[in-house]
C-alpha cells in the first residue's frame, strides 16, 4: 500500500520543480543565445566574404563581354595616297587623333599639300616627310612627330624637310628625332615655324641655311642635342 507524501517530501518536490524549470530555462537562455551569435557570425561570413566574391566574378565576367577596340595605326604614304582636295590644297590628309601613323612621305612635284594632325602621332621610323621642289608647299599642324631622320644621315636629312619649298609649321611637337626641322633654299620667309614643341632630337632642333631663315615665333625648344636653333652658314 503507497505511502501519501508527506508535507515536507512536498515541498522539496515544489523546490526541486521550481530549480529544475530554473535551469531549463537557463540552459535554453544560454542555447539560444549561442544559436543566434552563431547566426550572427555566418551573416558576417557571407557579408564580408561570400557577397564580395560574388561581386568579383560578376565583374569580371561584365568586364570580358566589354568590347576590345585595339588601336589604330596606318602609314602616312596610304593616307597621302587616299586624299583628296579642299580649298587650295590638292593633298588634304585630315589625320585622326586616335591613330598612330607610321613611315614618311615625299610630296611630288605639283602638290600643295596640307596635314592636319588632330593630336595624331607620326612615329617615321627613322624615315622623314620633305617636300622639295620650287612652288610646292606644306601646311603642318598639331601633330606630333617623333623617331624621325637616320643617325647616319646627320644633318643632311630632318624630321621635316623644306628644300627650295613653302609652308606652315604650327602647334606640333617634335621629339626623339635626329633633327626636328630641316629649312634649305626656301628663300627668306618661306616658311613660318610657330607655337611647336622642339624637343630631345639629338643634334638640332632646327636647322636653317643662312639666307634661307623662316619665319619663328612662340616655340619651345630645348635639350636638343648641341643646338636648339642653328644656321648652317655654309
Not at 624615315?127 to 622639295?132: A, C, F, R, V
Amino acid at each position: 500500500m503507497m505511502r501519501a507524501p508527506s508535507v515536507g517530501e512536498i515541498t522539496r518536490n515544489r523546490r526541486h520543480g521550481t530549480a529544475f524549470r530554473r535551469n531549463a530555462h537557463r540552459t535554453g537562455g544560454l542555447r539560444g543565445t549561442a544559436r543566434r551569435r552563431t547566426m550572427c557570425s555566418a551573416s558576417r561570413i557571407v557579408s564580408h566574404i561570400v557577397f564580395p566574391v560574388l561581386f568579383a566574378v560578376f565583374f569580371s565576367s561584365a568586364l570580358l563581354l566589354l568590347p576590345v577596340t585595339a588601336a589604330r595605326t596606318a602609314t602616312l604614304q596610304s593616307v597621302y595616297d587616299a586624299a583628296g582636295p579642299q580649298g587650295e590644297y590638292t593633298k588634304y590628309l585630315q589625320l585622326d587623333g586616335g591613330a598612330t601613323y607610321t613611315g614618311g612621305l615625299t610630296i611630288p612635284e605639283g602638290d600643295i599639300v596640307c596635314i592636319k594632325g588632330n593630336g595624331t602621332t607620326i612615329d617615321l621610323q627613322t624615315s622623314t616627310i620633305q617636300i622639295l621642289g620650287k612652288g610646292l608647299k606644306l601646311d603642318v599642324d598639331h601633330c606630333i612627330i617623333k623617331n624621325g631622320g637616320l643617325a647616319s644621315a646627320g644633318y643632311t636629312q630632318g624630321a621635316l624637310s623644306f628644300v627650295g619649298s613653302s609652308g606652315n609649321v604650327i602647334n606640333n611637337t617634335f621629339y626623339g628625332n635626329t633633327l626636328g626641322i630641316r629649312i634649305y633654299s626656301t628663300g627668306p620667309g618661306a616658311v613660318t615655324v610657330m607655337n611647336n614643341i622642339i624637343v630631345w632630337n639629338s643634334l638640332s632642333g632646327l636647322l636653317c641655311q643662312i639666307g634661307n631663315e623662316p619665319q619663328v615665333s612662340y616655340n619651345d625648344s630645348w635639350a636638343n642635342g648641341s643646338y636648339n636653333y642653328l644656321v648652317d652658314c655654309g
